[in-house]
Each structure stands twice: as structure tokens, then as C-alpha cells.
């Protein structure tokens, strides 16, 4: 009886719980995401574009500073060829030294180093975007409660504001950010890049690459940690059988002998 009543109270807050979990995350908006589910893998194309669109938009402002250009050609990532991610790395002066005389020099990056930031340090990124700092972007998807849906909607999510509002100057309505207000003017327009792979670059097409990108940066191993979750699954039904079957093996004499 007891039991029943604890299972009972289980089930009523488990289904609490997860209505709740449904009810904050149905205000973003919602994709049906490659990498989402236990099987979930991520689109190889969809994330060497995301990287295009990284570098070539958001990079202007956004550091990501726990990548180096090599995790580029890792095994669950983007996986451009070795050659790719040398050139990509070499497209990147960075500061190094200090050289023999004491003096700090710049060289073509490699791929050992870490993605080069567009401003030297936090305070100067915050001038320089009218006091607002563009956060790291590095494991943004894994601190953002909402995750890929919430950088997704941010990126979807401009429009001009009720005529009731009124905006300083540098700051944009946005319907998803806390508070309707970001002190990011929107970053993507249809075509303003061209894909290496000539899809269309529209808004929503890039949003969705770009997105991808930040999660795999967030998450380098979800691919490893899903192909582990289904063998672990193989291997419990598996013993499970087993376990019956021996179950059913010992048991048999005790019934014959009903
Ligand atoms: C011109 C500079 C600039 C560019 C380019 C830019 N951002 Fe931003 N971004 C900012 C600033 C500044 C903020 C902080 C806004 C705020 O706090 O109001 C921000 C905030 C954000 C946020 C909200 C972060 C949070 O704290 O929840 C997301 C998501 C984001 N940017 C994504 C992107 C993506 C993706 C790109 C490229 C497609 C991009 N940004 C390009 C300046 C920029």
C-alpha cells in the first residue's frame, strides 16, 4: 500500500516536472535537430558551413576561446581534411613569443593553436559593442537554458519593436531575449556570405549551420557519447534475456513438483 502511494507521488511529480520542462522550453522556437535524440548525429555539412559562418560573421565579435583550429578536423566535428584545417589555421596571424631579443612577433597560426580572438581581452570586446560584452562563444549552448532552440530563436528572432517601445540607440528588439532588448544589431541577412559548398545562404539556412556548430563546440563528444549509449542498451537487453532465461532454468524443477 505504501509502495503504491509512493509510486503514486513519483509519478505525479515526474509528470510535474516535465510539463514544466515542456512549458519553458515551448516559447523558443523549436527545430527538429539532427543531433537531437539518443541516436542523434550531426550533420558533417551542416557544420563545416556553420564554421563558414562563424569566421565569417560572428568571429568579428565573438571569441571561442576553448577551440583550436586542429579540433576542426577531429572525428565527430566538422572533419575537414588535414590539409583544410592547415590552411584554415594559416589564415590566422597570431602573437607569439617573446623571440630571442625579448620581442613579442606575429606567424601564421597552426593547427595546435587555440582559434585567435577578435578583441585582446573582455574590457575592450565591451567598449567596443557599446557596453554590452559578446559572451565566449565556446560552450554558449551548454549555458543557455534552451540550448540550440534559444541561439536559434535569438538569431530568428529581430522584429521591429510595438509602438510602444521605445529603444536607445545600439540596442534591437529581439522576441526571445530576456526582456525583448539585445545590444546585438541582427548578424544575419540572406547572402551575406557565400557558401563554399554553394548552398543558399539564406537567414534561416545559416542560423540553423551556425547553430549546429555551436553545439558540437559545446559538446565535442555527443556523437561518442551516443554510439556508447546504444552499445550500454544492446548489452542490458542482452543480460536481460540471459537473466531470464537462467530464471526460468532454476525455476523449472519447483513447478514440476506443484
Ligand atoms: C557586431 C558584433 C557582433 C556580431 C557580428 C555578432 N554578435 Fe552576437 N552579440 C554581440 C553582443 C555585443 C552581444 C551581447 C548583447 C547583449 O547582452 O545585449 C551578443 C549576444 C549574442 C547572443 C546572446 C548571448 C547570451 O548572452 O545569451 C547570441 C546567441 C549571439 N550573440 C549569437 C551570435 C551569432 C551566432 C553571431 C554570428 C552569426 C553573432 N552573435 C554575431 C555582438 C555581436
Redesign the pocket.
Known sequence: MLKKKLFAKFLFFFIIFNSNLLASEKEFLHVDWSFKGFTGKFDRSSLQRGYQ??NE??A???SMNLLSYRNLGEPGGPEFPINEVKNIASSFEVTDGPDDQGEMFTRPGRPSDKFVSPYPNVNAATAA??G????D?SV?VKS?KGGAD??YS??MGYEDPPANIKLDDGVYYNKY?DGN?????K??MDDIISYADGTKATEMQ?AMD??TF?TWAAEPHLEARHKMGIKVMIFLIILTVLVYLSMKKIWSRVDSEM
Not at 554590452?132 to 559572451?135: I, Q, S
Not at 532588448?181 to 544589431?185: L, R
Request: proline share 9%.
Open positions: 559562418v562563424y560573421v560572428c568579428a565579435c565573438h559593442n557599446g554590452a560584452y559578446p559572451p562563444m554558449l543557455r534559444y541561439i535569438v538569431l531575449m532588448k539585445i545590444k546585438m544589431s548578424p544575419l545559416m551556425v547553430t555551436l
